[in-house]
Nanobody
Framework: QVQLVESGGGSVQTGGSLRLSCAPS??????????MAWFRQAPGKEREGVVT???????QYADSVKGRFTISRDNKKNIVDLQMNSLKPEDTARFYC???????????????????WGQGTQVTVSS
């Protein structure tokens, strides 16, 4: 059974940084079988994709976070991290880790394409 647990959220001021972690159970991130992604949802808004990490190590970032956010995988710790720099108030949202069994497929960065979800972690950026 696949489970995802996020950690690392918090409150920062504009320009600050946070690092989120996603710890999956039920599979190893090193197996190259699961695509991993981060999504976020702000109050009153739809859930939006932030970044996907494909099994070949390539990534797809939302335009709004390019150059500021970086996804990485730590095979030894079996976690996927999201380093967020230069945070803005509009980044305030609940961030969710997501996964899907994909092998060499490259699912688009939309929530309906991902089958496993964590509970989310809150990120608040104040001006």
């Amino acid at each position: 059974q696949v489970q995802l647990v996020e950690s690392g959220g918090g409150s920062v001021q504009t320009g600050g940084s946070l690092r989120l972690s996603c710890a999956p159970s039920g599979f190893n991130v090193s197996s190259n079988l699961y695509c991993m992604a981060w999504f976020r949802q702000a109050p009153g808004k739809e859930r939006e994709g932030v970044v996907t990490l494909y099994t070949d190590g390539s990534t797809q970032y939302a335009d709004s976070v390019k150059g500021r956010f970086t996804i990485s995988r730590d095979n030894k710790k079996n976690i996927v991290d999201l380093q967020m720099n230069s945070l803005k108030p509009e980044d305030t949202a609940r961030f969710y880790c997501a996964a899907r069994f994909c092998r060499s497929l490259r699912p688009p960065l939309v929530s309906s394409e991902f089958h496993h979800w964590g509970q989310g972690t809150q990120v608040t950026v104040s001006s």
